[in-house]
């Protein structure tokens, strides 16, 4: 609003009437959340902060007060809240915390009996009420691991409250099967927010107490911060109960970390607000098997050091301020906030490219419903594998201690302690010959140490153990018959086994950079018609994000890394991984449903190769070239295999002198210290290049020289047998991926050839890759459809849960608008049948009670259809977003099926859900690279009838990922990405023709007949039923009205009970 010209109107004053430590820190400068969120409102323009100061408070009468239009009042130690209450009847300013109900706070005993009231979860409680210390009371008897209330038994662990909320001294009582002892909780004193004390084992008796049931939650609490009832932030910390340890960062802040709300959480938040009359409300929430519990409620509450948070909170507050004072000024959010106008732009922006696949504009009665999204995993090391046969004593050993002591069993090593023992029985080895095996030949006992050695140098890679990046299998080969230990008999014992290393294929720097950059373009793209985009509905409770992972660890953390970005987190990405994602890898991982005709797919691919064929049988024309039998394949293909081989060759050769350089100076200054105990953090990777690594002319990353060497040697020996004179062409894949790797990342060490030898295995790679999959369109879909089939059951399920869910809202919507002409009986009538599973005490409370009902139902209405904090059309409708991060097979298996479902000879005659130029397209985007990804989004046409087909319509695009060759030089972007070890990620593109329209009902249609039906998988372990505007029944929903008066836009009473 602000001062206009000619001086007519002028801004909302806001008072800040709260003690000034709540305010200030010292005599001027603001506390961190206070003092950033009044500043960003005010840089709106629209109003006038008044601060009462301690003095006015504490000595002036409420006369002299300053007059404002809206108050922030709230309760801290010395302050006046009669006063204020005063204050508030005299001048009748809006409130934004309502003062009345401040009084419940101070007492635990009101904040439950509030709590349930509202039909809100608390755990299991019981009270304990003394007129005097030490009273003896006929209802409470306490025994050795129990007391007792009313007949009602809380065995230990249970939790001692005080009744008065100021009093912070909570007390744990443990069982004496467990050692007994008592945890006092306490505020936070430096670094310590509880301490054990083992000698107490009896209960207070000194005053009044709840006590309630323990609910084990994992060892992390979770804080929740509403800004009015349609805003949420929720950061989960480490709980009091596990150490006592307070976790701070380097900076000396308590280490939280921001986590998702259930929507059944978001109601309950919703609801806390409400049920206190308090817009700006912390809270605290206790996850334990499954359920949620509200165990204690603070009043104003800021979040710390978050300048989303402190953003959100802003934008929120200032629509509450202006629906209540000005509601003819327009509340919709600035696309440049005005404290961001002069910001920098993040820096590499230019990392995804917008592409030609977000379909513009849609009708104004077309409202996004569903973002469904696959995507491969960032940038990564190659992929490598150790096999070796062997005999040593030592070896065989450690197999029999962890496949405990049965001889045929295999064996696999992947914590930390496992993988110490077969490092030290390695060492141990190294640099001995192999006993028994003198008749071999030197050059096999030079290799079998080789091998020993590289083993050796992956267990000591990067000074720390990760199960996530290193597993080892031993599997028994031969066995002998010995005497028992004990003389009665024989036993078998084994005496060769194969050892298989499995290594590399981590997340890069540049892996999570991409990732991460990829969720701030999605947050930025995806979700459009939302003010600022995905933040403002997420934060809103509109957004149902659920994120899924294979079990891989590139692919788990790039699902982090792009939550990161998507969400605009902050920290690290463990805590994030942890509370975010979700692994499934039964949808998202392995072969094996295809492994034979993957097998076949090989086959006749090596047969098309080597033959040197130049024409290949198959139903592809001029206009359908990807119909043929390895399509994409270059027709000079056999002459370049040779070619690849000796380049390969080439490039070998210079790493071997590398490392022959690095061994030597290694062999001078060996340590074999303890390796220290593995970092979770330093495993997770850099998100920039290691400049000192580079500058000394070491390889990018924690890959040593010996390491390096091995992965060329590996690939020379595999990719041709000279005594067979054969080529093995899966191996061309990985010669691909290891040039890549080295033109991006090791560039600095001008290997002469590299340049030569990607170009040629790309040329291979791009035939031989799509058509591991399928040697042809309906092959494609085979392997497509039995590899991605779980993946394409659960799409599905998204696809309809979406569908149901926005049905039930559009009939209750309906049933609404119907009722509300009706009158208020039929409201109710209407609304009951929806209500969930109401409590004995709820529903004869909300009956029994009699209630001040405001007259005015249509305002009563238009808050339950209408909230008006979160700036959007529908509150009542949710978003659902659900993430699945794959690996390279996942994608291209989801793309044949999508783009060849219609050869199926259920679906003949039908077109393909990818237009033709789509299908051009993808024939010649050869490789679905890094970050690549397939998106489905769903719209519903609300302007439609509910049963007509249209009125969900799914869109699809795709992108290929970071598919820019590291050698191109003609793109500025790139060359300056590509200095930082990364490539730009392709925008997306689409896979229909616009204008086209293809609807929900097609789409099942077409792809049912590959996708795993939705009654084979397993019920969710928490049902996720809709949980909207309608979850309570009429009666309750009155109450929530009645009870929160300041949010009516025409309110001006702030009424009490």
Known sequence: MGEKEGGVGKKITVGVCVMEKKVKCGSEVFSAPMGQILERLQAFGEFEIIHFGDKVILQDPIERWPICDCLIAFYSSG??????????????????????????????????ERLEMFGIPVPRYALVNREFPYQELDYFMEGDDFVEVHGNRFWKPFVEKPVHGDDHRIMIYYPSSAGGGMKELFRKVGNRSSEFHPEVRRVRREGSYIYEEFMPTGG?????????????????????????????NPDGKEVRYPVLLTPAEKQMARDVCIAFRQAVCGFDLLRSEGRSYVCDVNGWSFVKNSYKYYDDAA??????????????????????????????????????????????????????????????????????????KVTEEKLLNLMLKYNGGRPRSETKLKSAVQLQDLLDATRALVPRSRPGRESDSEAEDVEHAEKLRQVKAVLEEGGHFSGIYRKVQLKPLKWVKVAKSNGEGEEERPVEALMVLKYGGVLTHAGRKQAEELGRYFRNNMYPGEGTGLLRLHSTYRHDLKIYSSDEGRVQMSAAAFAKGLLDLEGQLTPILVSLVSKDSSMLDGLDNASIEMEEAKARLNEIITSGAKTVLGNGSSSTPWMVDGAGLPSNASKLLPKLVQLTKEVTEQVRLLAKDEDEKLAETASYDIIPPYDQAKALGKTNIDVDRIAAGLPCGSEGFLLMYARWRKLERDLYNERK??????????????????????AHLNLEGLDELFKVAQLLADGVIPNEYGINPKQKLKIGSKIARRLLGKLLIDLRNTREEAISVAELRSNHDQSTKNGKEETEYQLKPHSKNEDARRSSFTSDKSMDQDDDDDKETKYRLDPKYANVKTPERHVRTR??????????????????????????????????????????TKELDYMSYIVLRMFENTAVALEDPKRFRIEMTFSRGADLSPLEKNDSEATSLHQEHTLPIMGPERLQ???????????????????MPAEDFPPPATPQGFSGYFSKSAAVLERLVNLWRPFHKHGTSNGKL
């Open 79 to 112: 302050y006046p809240l009669e006063k204020a209450e005063a204050y508030a009847a005299l001048r009748k300013p809006f409130l934004v915390n309502e003062l009345e109900p401040q009084h419940l706070l101070h007492d635990r005993r009101k904040v439950y």
């Open 220 to 248: 992390t609490d979770v804080k929740v911060y509403t800004v009015g009832p349609e805003y949420a932030h929720a950061e989960a910390r480490k709980s009091p109960v596990v150490d006592g340890v307070v976790m701070r």
């Open 315 to 388: 934008c929120v507050l200032r629509k509450m301020l202006l629906d209540a004072k000005a509601p003819h000024l327009s509340s919709t959010i600035p696309p440049t906030l005005p404290w961001k106008v002069n910001e920098p732009v993040q820096p590499s922006e230019g990392l995804t490219r917008q592409g030609s696949g977000i379909i513009g504009t849609f009708g104004q009665s077309e409202e996004l419903r569903c973002v469904i999204t696959v995507i491969r995993h960032g940038d990564r090391t190659p992929k490598q594998k150790v096999k070796l």
């Open 725 to 746: 004179v054969r080529f093995d062409i899966t191996q061309i894949p990985d010669v691909y991926d290891s040039c890549k790797y080295d033109l991006l990342h090791n």
């Open 883 to 924: 993430l699945y991060f794959t690996s390279e097979s996942h994608i291209h298996s989801l793309m044949n099926v999508l783009r060849y479902c219609n050869l199926d000879e259920s679906l003949q005659g039908e077109d393909s859900l990818v237009c033709h130029s789509a299908l051009e397209r993808l024939h010649k």
């Open 993 to 1011: 023709e616009v204008g086209s329209y293809l609807t929900l009902e097609q789409m099942e249609r077409m792809i049912r007949p590959f996708a």
